[in-house]
């Protein structure tokens, strides 16, 4: 069977022809733009093989609120909230019917998906090193799962910057983590959140860039 896969990773995952064609031995990897075969038995597909073979594309401006509310598909009001004496922090309140059913702390480069009234959204710190991303049902604001993230490690540090992209497939999570000490791509079950693959891009401080 013939299917087009509507986007998804490809906001944050870039894959090869030779990956994809390997992965959709097994499984529709969710890419934008792509035709696949989807086998019957849609077993997993090599997440290994895929972070292995992806590169790293991330994109700064998809790693915000306002980008992921354009990708939000969940059917309970969304309240954000500054509060300037807390020092940039958002609140996001999600609402149904008036009642507020989850209530979460972010920032101004918080990012998140839905679907099927499932959040996931990524929990980090712009200014720290590592992360997690945790599930919620949208129906009743029970945390479903969290998965600290494996990220690049701890990073001792005086300065730092750190922002997420993230993406989401039928069968899993994918993020993009874009540090002032490394890149690392990390895909997790969406039922679970239980990590499939991880893969580091870069490690180090990047030299600063010279003025033309």
């Known amino acids: 069977m013939i299917s087009a896969i ?12 030779t990956a994809l064609l ?39 401006t998809e790693a915000n609120p306002l980008y992921c509310l354009s990708q939000y598909d969940g059917d309970c009001k969304i309240q954000i909230t ?17 009642k507020e059913i989850l209530f979460l702390e972010g920032h101004a480069h918080s990012v998140f998906r839905s679907e099927d009234n499932v959040l996931y959204f990524a929990r980090y710190h712009p200014w720290g090193s590592g992360g997690s991303v945790a599930a919620y049902d949208l129906k009743t604001g029970r945390q479903l799962w969290h998965s600290p993230l494996k990220g690049i490690g701890a990073v001792e540090h005086s300065a730092y910057r750190n922002l997420v992209n993230m993406g989401l497939g039928p069968k899993a999570v994918s993020i993009q983590g874009h540090e002032s000490y490394g890149d690392y791509l990390e895909i997790l079950d969406r039922e679970s959140g239980k990590r499939l693959a991880h893969r580091v891009f870069r490690e180090g401080f990047e030299a600063p860039k010279r003025p033309n």
């Open 6 to 17: 509507a986007a998804t990773f490809a906001y944050t995952l870039a894959i090869p022809p």
């Open 22 to 60: 390997a992965a959709a031995q097994n499984h529709a990897v969710a890419l934008e733009w792509v035709i696949i075969a989807v086998p019957s038995d849609k077993q997993s597909p090599d997440w290994d093989r895929v972070v292995q073979e992806a590169r790293f594309d991330f994109r700064e």
């Open 82 to 98: 500054y509060d300037p004496t807390r020092r940039s922090r958002l609140e996001f309140k999600f609402l149904r019917e008036a």
